[in-house]
Nanobody, 115 residues
Framework: QVQLVESGGGLVLPGGSLGLSCVAS????????LQWYRQAPGKEREWVAR???????DYDDSVKGRFTISRDNARNMVFLQMNNLKPEDTAVYYC?????????WGQGTSVTVSS
């Protein structure tokens, strides 16, 4: 069983920046494909970004050029740096780890972009 815990959410002004972190229990994170999802109020959960075991990254078009996903396998952590935030980025952000044996989710951290 792998536990994921996100942190770093909060309230930020439009145009501002925020960095999210997700730490995993155990020492297995290097084996996982790591992703961030988000769920805005009243909407379906949507995929945001992905980082592969190789370090290659993919982004949804809505965040490309503004968000950066990274990982630190030694610390069992994945990060999401969010710049130039917009009100439509307001959501609960979830960390996701995909292993060959299962998929795990964090509990989410809330991000509100508002003036």
């Amino acid at each position: 069983q792998v536990q994921l815990v996100e942190s770093g959410g909060g309230l930020v002004l439009p145009g501002g920046s925020l960095g999210l972190s997700c730490v995993a229990s155990g020492n297995f994170l290097s084996m996982a494909r790591l992703q961030w999802y988000r769920q805005a109020p009243g909407k379906e959960r949507e995929w945001v970004a992905r980082i592969w075991q190789s370090g290659a990254t993919d982004y949804d078009d809505s965040v490309k050029g503004r968000f950066t996903i990274s990982r630190d396998n030694a610390r069992n952590m994945v990060f999401l740096q969010m710049n130039n935030l917009k009100p439509e980025d307001t959501a609960v952000y979830y960390c996701n780890a995909v292993f060959s044996w299962g998929v795990y989710w964090g509990q989410g951290t809330s991000v509100t972009v508002s003036s």
